[in-house]
């Protein structure tokens, strides 16, 4: 399946699950923090990133005091509590094109630590724009597919304003206008396809075949970058084959 995050997939190929709630909480809760302040405010309604950050602090069962913690203090706009967001790219083991996305209050040290995890793990840390013209900043959707026609999945996305939708059989990727997001989504729900959740993101133009040699390396930086305290987002345009991922298991 193409078009989605392949980094996702592996994960939950390999059965890698984190389970660090309050891991998983205090990004969710940067998330909704930067969009309040570079979204357009703290007004869910008037501000689409942010209605998009409460949907997916929802769905990861994210109690809701936190939320409301999160829109508190991003009202407060407290000087110790401000978050810049910045954008850190590279190369990692076998060619991988790797964007991190994150929220820091100090640039040097993420910005160092980040360049570390690259270095130490056969990596490249890029200039600003070295990888980004190979992605494209899109919507995406997905969902399980439970039975659904192909054909009336793919007219109920096209009627809501999709560009693309693909399935490998257990689930389907809507992809869209970045801007359209939460109007694709919502007519989705209406027209009663399940949909499980809804992010911006970026996708890969390319993608690049990893080897079984390069691999192992690859994950671990994968792994470092996403556990980050700071890190928001990491995309690849990275592809690992069921063979190596087999060999890898084994």
């Known amino acids: ?11 939950l190929k390999k059965g890698r699950v984190d389970a660090q709630k309050g891991k998983i909480f205090t990004k969710l ?30 769905e990861a069962s994210m109690p809701r005091e936190n939320i409301e913690r999160a829109l508190e203090k991003a009202r407060g706009g407290a000087e110790g509590d401000e978050l810049d967001e910045v954008v850190y790219e590279g190369y990692g083991p076998g060619g991988a094109a790797i964007i991190v996305e994150a929220a820091t209050n ?11 995890f690259f270095s130490k793990n056969g990596g490249n840390f890029g200039e600003s724009g070295c990888v980004g013209w190979l992605f494209d900043r899109k919507g995406q959707i997905t969902g399980p597919m439970n039975g659904l026609d192909e054909e009336s999945l793919m007219m109920s996305a096209i009627e809501a304003g999709a560009e693309d939708v693909e399935h490998d059989g257990e689930t389907f990727v809507i992809t869209c ?38 691999a192992p390396q690859l994950l671990k930086l994968m792994d470092l970058l996403e556990e980050h305290d700071d890190v928001v987002n990491v995309y690849a345009n990275f592809e690992i084959s069921s063979e190596v991922l087999e060999a890898l298991e084994a």
């Open 1 to 11: 399946m193409a078009g989605h995050s392949k980094w996702k997939n592996i994960r």
């Open 29 to 58: 809760s940067r998330d909704i923090l930067m969009a309040c302040r570079q979204g357009g405010g703290p007004d869910p309604e008037a501000n689409f990133r942010l209605k998009d950050a409460i949907l997916r602090a929802r």
């Open 106 to 116: 100090n640039r040097n040290r993420t910005a160092a630590e980040i360049r570390l």
């Open 177 to 214: 206008d970045p801007m359209q997001l939460h109007e694709v989504r919502v007519a989705l729900t209406a027209a009663k396809v399940p949909v499980k959740n809804s992010e911006m993101t970026m996708i890969a133009k390319t993608s690049t075949e990893i080897s079984l040699a390069d």
